[in-house]
C-alpha cells in the first residue's frame, strides 16, 4: 500500500456519460497530481492541486475537471466520455512537490464502450 | 516547459548482463531527475533519483548519473534479474515548488530474459 488511494479501481460506462475518479493522498502531502495513461502511451500529466489550489495544468481536456477538497482528497471528472478516454488514471502525491518524487495511487482503469 | 526524450523505447538483455536507459532534458534549470518502475498493471514507483548537485547516485544493483553540462542522465541496471523486467520512466520536474509541469519520457519496455 503506498498510502494513496484512489477508488474505484475500475470504471466501465458508455460513451457520452460522466465518472468521478477519487484520490486521497499520502497523509500529510499536499499536493496531488493527475496523469492520464493509455495503452502504449507515457504518463500524460493532467492537472496539479496544491493545498486546495490549482497549480498546474498540463494537457488537460475541456471536458475534464479536477478538484482538491478543504481534507486534500481530489476528484477527476470526466464528462462526455469518448472511446479514446478510455485508459488508466493515475493520481500521485507529493509533500513537497515534483521535485520530492511522487507517490503513485494504483489508478483507476476506465473504459469507455 | 521541459521537454524530455528517453532511449531506448524497449530494451531486451539476457539475465545477469547490465543495462542502461538514458535521458535527455532541455531545461537547464532542472535540479531533480527521478527514475520510476512500473511493472505490468500496476503503479510507477520511484526506485532512485539525484539531484543536480551530484553526478552520481547508487542503490545496490541501481544507479544514476547525471551529465548537467549535456543535460542527461541514466539508469543504470547491473546483474539484471527476470524480475527486473518493467518499464522504467525517467522524469524532469523543474524546481522545488511553485508552478511548473512535471514531463516523464516515453518510457523504455526492459526485457531481461532467464
Known amino acids: 500500500d503506498s498510502g494513496v488511494t484512489q477508488t474505484p479501481k475500475h470504471l466501465i460506462t458508455a460513451t457520452g456519460q460522466r465518472v468521478t475518479l477519487r484520490c486521497s493522498p499520502r497523509s500529510g502531502d499536499l499536493s496531488v497530481y493527475w496523469y492520464q495513461q493509455s495503452l502504449d502511451q507515457g504518463l500524460q500529466f493532467l492537472i496539479q492541486y496544491y493545498n486546495g489550489e490549482e497549480r498546474a495544468k498540463g494537457n488537460i481536456l475541456e471536458r475534464f475537471s479536477a478538484q482538491q477538497f478543504p481534507d486534500l482528497h481530489s476528484e477527476l471528472n470526466l464528462s462526455s466520455l469518448e472511446l479514446g478516454d478510455s485508459a488508466l488514471y493515475f493520481c500521485?502525491?507529493?509533500?513537497?512537490?515534483?521535485?520530492?518524487?511522487?507517490?503513485f495511487g494504483s489508478g483507476t482503469r476506465l473504459t469507455v464502450v | 516547459g521541459e521537454n524530455v526524450e528517453q532511449h531506448p523505447s524497449t530494451l531486451s538483455v539476457q539475465e545477469g548482463d547490465s543495462a542502461v536507459i538514458k535521458c535527455t532534458y532541455s531545461?537547464?534549470?532542472?535540479?531533480?531527475f527521478p527514475w520510476y518502475k512500473q511493472e505490468l498493471g500496476k503503479r510507477p514507483q520511484l526506485i532512485i533519483d539525484?539531484?543536480?548537485?551530484?553526478g552520481e547516485k547508487k542503490d545496490q544493483r541501481i544507479a544514476v548519473t547525471l551529465n548537467k553540462t549535456a543535460k542527461h542522465f541514466s539508469l543504470h541496471i547491473t546483474e539484471t534479474q527476470p524480475e527486473d523486467s518493467a518499464v522504467y520512466f525517467c522524469a524532469a520536474p523543474r524546481g522545488p515548488t511553485g508552478s511548473y509541469i512535471p514531463t516523464f519520457g516515453r518510457g523504455t519496455s526492459l526485457i531481461v530474459h532467464p
Open positions: 500521485a502525491s507529493s509533500g513537497g512537490g515534483a521535485a520530492y518524487g511522487y507517490t
Open positions: 531545461d537547464s534549470a532542472s535540479n531533480y
Open positions: 539525484i539531484r543536480s548537485n551530484v
